[in-house]
């Protein structure tokens, strides 16, 4: 399963690319359709919270593309971690995602009350972090434990 986990966190960001590489060469093509309307079931696609390249939307909003950017890097770095039996006590694990979200969640709580305008680089950057801090979870949560995993108490 951990192995489906990184290649869903490396293929995914690249599919992404792929799609939006061939609608700004090949305006006519088909098959990005099906990628951006996968997309739209996780993201809300909003014109002015994505990023543009020439003249076409990225198939995933600026917050989301940093989310699947990074995401490879927390899902490698966890795989070599699990492939080396090093597993994270989950109660850590959700310690340091929720100090990796806090970026995220500080851009929110500007910009929903509409506190400060916050740019899609902004955005994209503050995601950054918790798109790895989620794959690593994601992928350490998926591996097996067994009892000489668990951390020594004594």
């Not at 390249?53 to 971690?81: D, K, M």
Request: charged share 15%; aromatic share 8%.
């Amino acid at each position: 399963m951990t192995k489906a986990l990184v290649i869903a966190a490396l293929l995914w960001p690249v599919l992404l690319a792929a799609s939006l590489w061939e609608r700004v060469s090949h305006p006519s093509a088909t098959w990005p359709i099906a990628v951006t309307f996968a997309a739209s079931r996780i993201c809300h696609q909003l014109p002015d919270r994505s990023f543009h390249t020439a003249g076409v939307q990225w198939p995933v909003c600026a917050r989301c593309t940093g989310l699947y950017l990074s995401a490879p890097f927390g899902a490698v770095a966890a795989a070599v971690a699990v492939r080396r039996r090093r597993l994270m006590p989950r109660a850590r694990m959700l310690r340091w995602l929720a100090l990796l979200a806090v970026p995220t969640a500080l851009t929110i709580a500007f910009e929903w009350p509409r506190l400060l305008p916050v740019s899609n680089t902004a955005r994209f950057l503050a995601a950054l972090p918790l798109g790895a801090a989620l794959a690593w979870v994601l992928v350490q949560t998926a591996a097996p434990r067994t009892p000489h995993d668990a951390p020594r108490t004594c």
